[in-house]
């Protein structure tokens, strides 16, 4: 009922910035709290950030705080992730997941997931 699609991936130098976008489509995103992770092949995947349904609320892993920003405008189905300062070990597909109100950092409340895009940085 809920299609997620990502872009905005690629590759760039350590210190560099990407903006990732989360398209919706089949349901409007209101009525969900929405996240990204990312995963490196042979690692679990990791929870990035979380952002309540009217997106007034957000919550970040440590590893990214004061790095990345999680947005959403619910009138264009989208939701966002400004990177900034980009390292290395952030290399990574990164997904968007739309779940629960108060899903947050909780896999398990995520219901669908979008396919991925590739980010890359270089030292």
């Known amino acids: 009922q809920v299609q997620l699609a990502e872009s905005g991936g690629g590759s760039v130098q350590a210190g560099g910035s990407l903006r990732l976008s989360c398209a919706a489509s089949g349901r409007t995103l209101n009525n969900y709290g929405m996240a990204w992770f990312r995963q490196v092949p042979g690692k679990d995947r990791e929870f990035i950030a979380a952002i309540s349904a009217g997106g007034g609320s957000t919550y970040y892993d440590d590893s990214v705080k004061g790095r990345f920003t999680i947005s959403r405008d619910n009138a264009k189905s989208t939701v966002y992730l400004q990177m900034n300062s980009l390292k290395p070990e952030d290399t990574a597909v990164y997904s968007c997941?739309?779940?629960?109100?108060?899903?947050?950092?909780?896999?398990?409340?995520?219901?669908?997931w979008g396919q991925g895009t590739q980010v890359t940085v270089s030292s």
């Open positions: 997941a739309a779940g629960s109100m108060f899903a947050w950092n909780i896999q398990s409340r995520y219901f669908y």
